[in-house]
Nanobody
Framework: QVQLVESGGGLVQAGGSLRLSCAAS????????MGWYRQAPGKQRELVAT??????NYADSAKGRFTISRDNAKNTQYLQMNSLKPEDTAVYYC?????????????WGQGTQVTVSS
């Protein structure tokens, strides 16, 4: 079993920065894709960024502003968000997907609210 706990959300003005953290408990191995997703009110959950074995992937809306990173020794991943915009307001979820099983299994954190004021 994998448990994920996010922290670091909050209220920030447009143009500001926040860093989200996600601490994982359980066995997180190299076959796990770690990622961040977000869900705004009335919208579907969407991908923000993923990372596996140092390879990163970003949604177009996050490119150039957000940076995903991972500290394997601490079983923690981060999302550094800069130049925040009001449209970044959402609940941000940490995810860990085990791609070593069929079908792949995704674990989710409880989410952390990010609110960007204009």
């Amino acid at each position: 079993q994998v448990q994920l706990v996010e922290s670091g959300g909050g209220l920030v003005q447009a143009g500001g920065s926040l860093r989200l953290s996600c601490a994982a408990s359980g066995n997180i191995f190299s076959m796990y894709v770690m990622g961040w997703y977000r869900q705004a009110p009335g919208k579907q959950r969407e991908l923000v960024a993923t990372i596996i074995r140092g390879n990163t992937n970003y949604a177009d809306s996050a490119k150039g502003r957000f940076t995903i990173s991972r500290d394997n020794a601490k079983n923690t991943q981060y999302l550094q968000m800069n130049s925040l915009k009001p449209e970044d307001t959402a609940v941000y979820y940490c995810a860990a997907t085990n791609i070593g099983v069929v079908p792949p299994r995704t674990y989710w954190g409880q989410g952390t609210q990010v609110t960007v004021s204009s």
